[in-house]
C-alpha cells in the first residue's frame, strides 16, 4: 500500500478475535482513548490459573480446547458487534457498553491462556497442540498472579495509553496540536527550525512514560514467566512456528537481503534533501536527521518525494482526476475494487456488505474514520468501514481493505481458533499484495486510462513507492528488536534512549536531530511502544507481500517487469490465493507460503525484483553525484 501511517490489527485475544483490520492508519485520539480503556481491563480482569495437576491427561486438554472455542466463538460475536457500533455511533453510551465487553473479552483471555498454560507439557496430536499454543500465547501483556501485581499494570496501562492519547505540543505561535496534526505539519513544512521543533516537542510527551514502563516490563515478564515462557520477548516470538531465536535469525537474514537497496535509497536520499536544506541541515555524509524526512518517526519518506523525484517522473496521469472524470463516487470505487476479486473468480461480496458497510462519513454523528475491515460473525457478515475521499489513495485502500475481507470469508469454514491469518503479517500483507497491481496496465483494463505511460516513467513511480515500502523496512525491524532485549534484559533501564538510538543508527542510518539523554524516552513518542502492540508483522507484511506478487504473477503467465504486473483477470492466480487463504491459521505459515510460492521460507529477493529497475537508476545517480555512500 502507498499509506504512510500503519495500525495494527485490532485482536484482543491475539487469536481470531477479529474486531477490526486496519488499512495502515494511525488511530485518531477518540481510538487512542478507547485503546486505553480496553488495554486497562486486560491485567485487572485477570482469573489466577488454576493448580496445577500431575494427572492432567490429552483428553483433558482436548476437553478444555474445545469449551475454551466455543466460548471465545460465542463472545466474538457479541465484541465485534459492540466494537462496530461504537466505531459507528460514538457517544458515551456506547463507549461504556464496547469497554464493557471488552474487559469481558480480556478477562476471558486471560484466563484461558492461564489455563491452556497447564497443559502445556501434554502430548497432543498437531491440530489441538497448536490450538493450545495459540491459546497459551494469546496474551500480548500477560498479568502476574498476585491481586496487586494485576492491579498495579493494569494502572500503569491505562496511564501510558492516557499519556499518548492526550498528547499535545504548544508551538511557539501558541498553537496546541495533536499528534495527527503536527505530523500533517511534518509532512507539509520545508522549513527545518520548524521541523525540529515539532519533532523535538512531540518528544516531550513521552518523558513521563519512561519510569511507568520500566515497571510495565517487570511485571508482564513475571506474567510471562507463570505462562511458561522465559520472558516476553520469548513470549512474543513463540508465534511464529518456530523456535523464538531461529525466528529472530530469519528476520537478520530478511534484512540482509534487502538492505544494499535501502542503503542505495538512503544515499540517494541524503544527497537530494542536502541540496535542498544545505550542509548544516542535512550534511552530505553520515546519517540523516530524522526531522528532515516528512514523518514524525521517520517511518516513510513519501512526503518528501517533491524534493527527491526524477526530472521529467510525471506518469501523464493522475488517477485521483480520472476518478472524477469517470464519474467515481463512493459506492463506485468499492464496486470497482470488488471486480478485482471476482476477476480472480471469488464469489461476490453478499448483500449485506453493501447495506451494512460506512462508506460515506455522516453528517449527523461522530464515526472513526479510519479505514477497518471487519467479520462480524466470522462467517459472512464481513464489512469496511471508512470515509472515503474520490482520490487515488483511497482507490488503493479499498483494494487492500477488501483483501481483508476476501480472506475473512475464505477461511470462515476453519475451527474458530483458526480464523485468522497464517501468521500476523499475512493479513496486511495479503491486502498489500492486491494493491501492487494496481498499476497502470491495471487502469487501462478498467477504463480508467487509456495509453500505459512508456517504461521511461517507471522509475518515478518505483521510487515514490519505495520511499514508503523500501524506507520502512528497517523501522519496522527495529521496533522489536529494542523492544526484546528490553524484555530479556539485554537492554537496562540505564540505557532505554541510547540503546534506541543505536538502533535506529544501525539499521535506518537516521539521528536525532538535536541532542538526547537517559532524561528522554524517545521510545514512548510511536504509539506501538506505550499501547503494547507487537511490530515486527509490519516488517513481514512489507516482505511477504512481493513475494506473493512476484509468484502470482508467475502463475498469471506474465513475463514481463513484476512492477508493471497486474493479476487482475488471472484465475489460476485466483484459485493459488484463494487455497492459501483458505487455510486460515490452521497450518504453519510456512505451508500457507509453499502454496502460492512453491516456497517455505519467506524471501526478500522478490522486492529486489521489483525495484530492480530503480536499484540500478539509484547507484547511477550516486556515482554519477560523487556520493560517499553509507553511515
Not at 31 to 59: L, M
Not at 419 to 425: E, R
Not at 436 to 445: A, D, N, V
Not at 492 to 504: G, H, I, K, M, V
Request: hydrophobic letters at 40%.
Amino acid at each position: 500500500m502507498m499509506h504512510t501511517k500503519l495500525r495494527p490489527a485490532k485482536l484482543a485475544l491475539g487469536i481470531a478475535l477479529a474486531l477490526s483490520l486496519s488499512a495502515c492508519q494511525e488511530d485518531a485520539k477518540t481510538t487512542h482513548t478507547k485503546a486505553a480503556e480496553t488495554k486497562a481491563t486486560e491485567t485487572k480482569a485477570a482469573v489466577a490459573a488454576p493448580a496445577a495437576s500431575a494427572q492432567v491427561t490429552a483428553a483433558d486438554a482436548i476437553a478444555f480446547i474445545t469449551e475454551a472455542e466455543a466460548e471465545l466463538a460465542a463472545l466474538s460475536l457479541e465484541a465485534n458487534r459492540a466494537e462496530w457500533i461504537y466505531s459507528n455511533f460514538i457517544t458515551e453510551d456506547t463507549a461504556s457498553l464496547s469497554a464493557a465487553v471488552n474487559e469481558k473479552v480480556t478477562a476471558t483471555s486471560v484466563r484461558l491462556a492461564t489455563e491452556a498454560a497447564k497443559f502445556a507439557n501434554v502430548e497432543l496430536d498437531a491440530v489441538n497442540a497448536r490450538k493450545l499454543n495459540m491459546l497459551r500465547s494469546a496474551i500480548v501483556l500477560p498479568s502476574p498472579m498476585e491481586p496487586a501485581k494485576n492491579a498495579e499494570l493494569a494502572g500503569i496501562v491505562a496511564e501510558l495509553n492516557g499519556l499518548y492519547g492526550k498528547g499535545k505540543y504548544c508551538l511557539s505561535d501558541g498553537r496546541c496540536l495533536t499528534q495527527p496534526e503536527l505530523s500533517a505539519l511534518m509532512a507539509e513544512s520545508r522549513d527545518p527550525a520548524l521541523l525540529k521543533e515539532i519533532w523535538a516537542g512531540w518528544r516531550d510527551i513521552a518523558k513521563p512514560m519512561r519510569p511507568l514502563f520500566e515497571r510495565e516490563v517487570v511485571l508482564a515478564n513475571e506474567g510471562a514467566r507463570d505462562l511458561g515462557y522465559a520472558n516476553l520477548s520469548e513470549l512474543w516470538r513463540s508465534q511464529y512456528d518456530m523456535a523464538p531465536d531461529a525466528f529472530s535469525g530469519e528476520l537478520d537474514r530478511l534484512w540482509g537481503q534487502v538492505k544494499p537497496l535501502y542503503d542505495s535509497l538512503h544515499c540517494y536520499v541524503r544527497g537530494e534533501l542536502n541540496e535542498q536544506y544545505g550542509d548544516e541541515v542535512v550534511p552530505k555524509t553520515g546519517p540523516i536527521p530524522a526531522h528532515v524526512l516528512g514523518n514524525m518517526w521517520a517511518q516513510q519518506w513519501g512526503t518528501v518525494y517533491p524534493l527527491v523525484a526524477p526530472k521529467d517522473a510525471d506518469p501523464g496521469y493522475d488517477v485521483t482526476e480520472l476518478l472524477a472524470a469517470k464519474g467515481y463516487d463512493e459506492h463506485k470505487m468499492v464496486e470497482q475494487a470488488e471486480s478485482f476479486f471476482t476477476s480472480l473468480g471469488f464469489d461476490k461480496l453478499p448483500d449485506t456488505f453493501w447495506s451494512r458497510s460506512l462508506f460515506v462519513q455522516p453528517k449527523d454523528r461522530d464515526v472513526v474514520c479510519h479505514a477497518s475491515a471487519w467479520d462480524l460473525d466470522n462467517e459472512d457478515d464481513i464489512r469496511i468501514k471508512m470515509c472515503i475521499q474520490k482520490t487515488a489513495e483511497d482507490f488503493t485502500v479499498i483494494h487492500h481493505e477488501l483483501g481483508h475481507n476476501f480472506y475473512q470469508r475464505a477461511y470462515k469454514n476453519q475451527p474458530f481458533i483458526f480464523k485468522n491469518s497464517a501468521n500476523d503479517g499475512f493479513h496486511e500483507a495479503i491486502g498489500d499484495t492486491i494493491a501492487l497491481s494496481i498499476t497502470p496496465k491495471y487502469l487501462q483494463q478498467i477504463g480508467l486510462l487509456e495509453q500505459v505511460p512508456d517504461a521511461s516513467k517507471d522509475i518515478g513511480l518505483l521510487l515514490r513507492q519505495a520511499l514508503d515500502k523500501v524506507a520502512f523496512l528497517p523501522f519496522g525491524l527495529m521496533i522489536d528488536q529494542w523492544r526484546w532485549k528490553v524484555f530479556n534484559g539485554e537492554i537496562t533501564p540505564q540505557n532505554y534512549n541510547q540503546a534506541w538510538w543505536d538502533l535506529r543508527l544501525k539499521y535506518q542510518g537516521v539521528m536525532a536531530p538535536v541532542e538526547r539523554t537517559e532524561a528522554d524516552f524517545d521510545p514512548g513518542a510511536k504509539y506501538h511502544v506505550p499501547g503494547n502492540v507487537p511490530y515486527t508483522r509490519y516488517f513481514l507484511a512489507h516482505i511477504l507481500q512481493f513475494q506473493f506478487h512476484r509468484s502470482l504473477c508467475d502463475i498469471a503467465g506474465d513475463k514481463g517487469p513484476v512492477h508493471r504486473c497486474s493479476i487482475y483477470g488471472n484465475q489460476d492466480a485466483g484459485a493459488k490465493l484463494d487455497q492459501m487463504l483458505q487455510m486460515g491459521a490452521s497450518k504453519p505459515w510456512p505451508e500457507a507460503l509453499a502454496v502460492v510460492t512453491g516456497s517455505k521460507d519467506m524471501d526478500a529477493s522478490a522486492v529486489l525484483d521489483y525495484f530492480a529497475p530503480l536499484k540500478t537508476w539509484l547507484d547511477n545517480e550516486n556515482t554519477d553525484a560523487g556520493r560517499t555512500c553509507g553511515w
